[in-house]
């Protein structure tokens, strides 16, 4: 896997060789690039992001809702693709709350505090 301070460049050099095999929905290609992203814990994602969507905002609107669309259909979803390109809140204080949210459960696992550990 790459390193997550440098898949954004990666990806953008992936991009630029192999745009069209992108958005025409390669599936191998596809796959590669959804397990990747999936395979990140939250840390490495949060370290990876501003690269990541630097990468893709390489390709133009119509070619981010096709990839988006054939990401959906890569994972057996159902939807519109801009629900994958909007978010209602920033992608990066998202990304950010969910990092603190695990160094708060690494805090509480080693006080003992959390929810069904013994007294």
Do not use: C, K, N, Y
Not at 9 to 21: I, K, M, N, T
């Amino acid at each position: 896997m790459a390193a997550p301070g440098t898949l954004g460049d990666w990806l953008s050099g992936l991009f630029a060789l192999a745009r069209e095999e992108v958005v025409a929905g390669d599936a191998a290609l596809l796959g590669v690039l959804d397990g990747l992203l999936a395979a990140m814990d939250a840390h490495d994602f949060l370290v990876a992001l501003p690269a990541l969507r630097q990468a893709f905002g390489w390709f133009p609107p119509r070619e981010r809702a096709a990839v988006a669309r054939h990401v959906l259909a890569l994972r057996g979803a159902d939807g519109p693709a801009r629900d994958l390109l909007r978010l209602d809140i920033d992608p990066v204080l998202v990304a950010a709350a969910r990092a603190l949210d695990a160094r708060v459960d690494t805090v509480l696992a080693r006080e003992g505090l959390r929810e069904g550990d013994p007294a």
